[in-house]
């Protein structure tokens, strides 16, 4: 096969797979992506069958092989295509896989349960939780925060969402201690992990309790911390997840003008949601006053949507209304 570099590849493998299955796989891609590769197809004038079917294949063993990968681990998948292609071609593929496709460290633990996992992090140095935690989905990140000990919670939820870049070293190390047959899995790029974004996905799993324990202790320690992950935790659009009752609770406390201002730059399932939850006649006014407000800037489309979330928590934090969250809510009746 010629020397093709990545993107040709890609593109290869797209004009194989045909228009139909490609555009299911552009779904899924950047626009720059998209841009690139459609201009690599334009560009790819002819193709050997024997390189369209090398492409192929490389393309079918990287899938194996990283298939084998996530049920088992890099040594389970080396066994395997060592006896599916052999030595020399399954190392190959291993390389390949591991050079150009980012395999997540801690893969293995994010097979662990909960309960188990807790108690194989808890004894571990807050950073170090933190760092786990951040390679987690949400919801198991969620269960083990949760778990923790009040004392050790809001400093692991405060530094996740301050980490930024993680060495790759450091990654290297804590998969050493925890799990030696991940290490070399570890690219040499630095990953991209945690965040506010990550901490504020971890907290709306979180049960309430703990996540007003964690969010009581940052306003302390860190206001402005606190304050930026709290702004991120329930964005206007949100609104979608309450339930009539609450929204007709929330709309009695809601200035009619800032209502307006903060629908004119939503989208039609929240306006739709909003406005079957008033009278006929009020949403008539409002959606004329829409009409009547004309271009407006997004700073003030956002403080109005802003100044209506903290009306939300206000009547979250009396009772008055009830945010679904994940982590066992549970709803008396």
Known sequence: ?????????????????????????????????????????????SVSP???????????????????????????????????LGSDKAMEVIGRLTSSLQV?????????????????????????IALILSYLSPAQASMVLAALPQEK?????RRIAQMDRTSPDVIKDVEDI????LSSLVTQDFTIVGGVDAIVQ????????????????????????????????????????LDDKSIQRLLREVDNNDLGIALKGSGEEVQNVIFNNLSKRLATMIKEEMEYMGPLRLKDVEEAQQKIVNIIRKLEDSGEIIISRGGGDEIIV
């Open 178 to 181: 925890l799990e030696r047959k």
């Open 153 to 157: 919670q809001a400093d692991v939820a």
């Open 202 to 241: 971890i907290l709306n799993s979180v049960d309430r309790s703990t996540e007003k324990h964690i969010m009581e202790t940052l306003e302390i320690e860190d206001a402005e911390l606190a304050e930026e992950i709290r702004n991120k935790m329930f964005i206007f659009e949100d609104i979608l997840s």
């Open 50 to 84: 024997e390189d369209k079917e090398e492409v192929i294949s490389e393309f079918y063993e990287i899938c194996i092989a990283q298939q084998y990968i996530a049920e088992g681990g890099i040594g389970y998948a080396k066994d395997l295509l060592e006896k599916a």
């Open 1 to 45: 096969m010629q020397d093709f570099r990545g993107i040709q590849k890609v593109a290869i493998l797209l004009i194989a797979l045909g228009p139909e299955k490609s555009a299911m796989i552009f779904k899924h891609l950047k626009e720059e992506e998209i841009e690139q590769l459609t201009l690599e197809i334009a560009n790819t004038r």
């Open 104 to 128: 997540r460290p801690f893969e293995f633990i994010r097979k662990t349960e909960p309960g188990q996992l807790l108690n194989f992090i808890q004894d571990e140095h807050n950073q170090t």
